[in-house]
């Protein structure tokens, strides 16, 4: 896990405490309220909370424990229904005063005795993919709401193996050893979407993703050489499990680019961690850009996939019009 990822779960588990501790202070306050507004209820909460006291009290006589137990048992059930019918005589539910959990199933303590329970993980999901860069678009573009009914023919059995593969990819994802991939294809066949959907997939599955256009993640290189940013800002783009990065070529070219990118498909490399770049370049596009020990790189590690069709948005648009 990098350094980030762990800042990440320890905000979320630091969250939860907080919430615990408010829902139980929330109620600490509504009893109060029902205190001062409900006479009755307070002198049964103090005894309901001496009932050990009262047992242990009885056993010193010679009672029997068991008897004694049922017996206060028996008191506490009607205390509490008498407490209830006090409450809503006043016009409040009778769990008004119960602690309001967020998540019923570990009461909000992230865990169910030591396996995390699934509001924690979702929780530590969602804050990656805010951190991640996905942001907004994970609930936009996922595997789920991928829709073939924009692309006819060959370009859709295209395109639904092209989504089988990523699908399959982002399920069997490991964080070592996993394939790259060169999404490839003109603007608008679905190649940002697909992407989005693999990080989305990586981040459920507690991985470490990082998302970005290029132009972004140079900007923040750029920053980082020639503004004294901390090398922290650019960290994030060599340690990534995942590193998804869309719209290769989007960004202004020069020297400094290209070496940026050369190092960077190095280093991913030699840590045998992940790429995924879309682009809407063809391969002679990127030959002509990029130098040869960029795209022989790229062309011999990265898994083609091409995108074909037309224009969903183009689509999306003269149907709106219609
Ligand atoms: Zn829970």
């Not at 829902?23 to 009755?40: L, M, N, W």
């Not at 073939?148 to 023919?153: A, P």
Request: aromatic share 10%; proline share 1%; net charge neutral.
């Amino acid at each position: 896990m990098s350094v980030a990822s762990r800042d990440i779960v320890k905000r979320v588990k630091d969250g939860f405490v907080n919430k615990r501790g408010r829902a139980i202070q929330d109620c600490e306050e509504r009893k109060q309220e029902v205190y001062a507004a409900v006479p009755g209820v307070q002198e049964i909460d103090m005894e309901l909370s001496q009932t050990a006291f009262d047992v242990l009290t009885a056993i010193t006589k010679g009672s029997d424990v068991a008897k004694e137990i049922e017996k206060q048992k028996e008191i506490n059930a009607l205390r509490r229904k008498r407490r209830a019918e006090l409450l809503c005589a006043a016009g409040y539910p009778a769990d008004y005063t119960d602690v309001k959990y967020e998540c019923t199933k570990c009461n909000d303590n992230g865990y169910i005795g030591i396996n995390m329970c699934s509001c924690l993980k979702n929780a530590i999901a969602h804050a990656s993919l805010e951190a991640s860069g996905v942001g907004a678009l994970a609930h936009k573009q996922n595997f789920d709401n991928f829709s073939f009914d924009y692309y006819n023919g060959e370009d859709r059995s295209r395109m639904e193996r092209n989504y089988n593969a990523l699908r399959d990819y982002a399920e069997g994802f490991s964080g070592k050893g996993d394939d790259s991939w060169m999404l490839m294809g003109n603007t608008g066949l679905g190649k940002t979407h697909l992407s989005t959907a693999v990080a989305v997939r990586v981040i459920e599955k507690g991985y470490d993703v990082v998302y970005e256009t290029m132009q972004t993640l140079m900007d923040d290189f750029s920053e980082n050489q020639f503004r004294g940013g901390s090398s922290e800002s650019v960290a994030k783009y060599y340690e990534a499990d995942l590193l998804v990065v869309d719209d290769l070529g989007s960004e202004l070219t020069n020297q400094f680019t290209v070496s940026v990118l050369y190092n960077l498909i190095n280093q991913r490399a030699n840590k045998n961690k992940a790429t995924v770049f879309s682009t809407n370049l063809t391969q002679k596009e990127l030959r002509e850009r990029y130098a040869d020990r960029i795209v022989s790189r790229l062309f011999g590690m990265y898994k083609p996939l091409l995108f074909k069709g037309s224009d969903i948005r183009a689509q999306k648009l003269s149907e709106g019009r219609r």
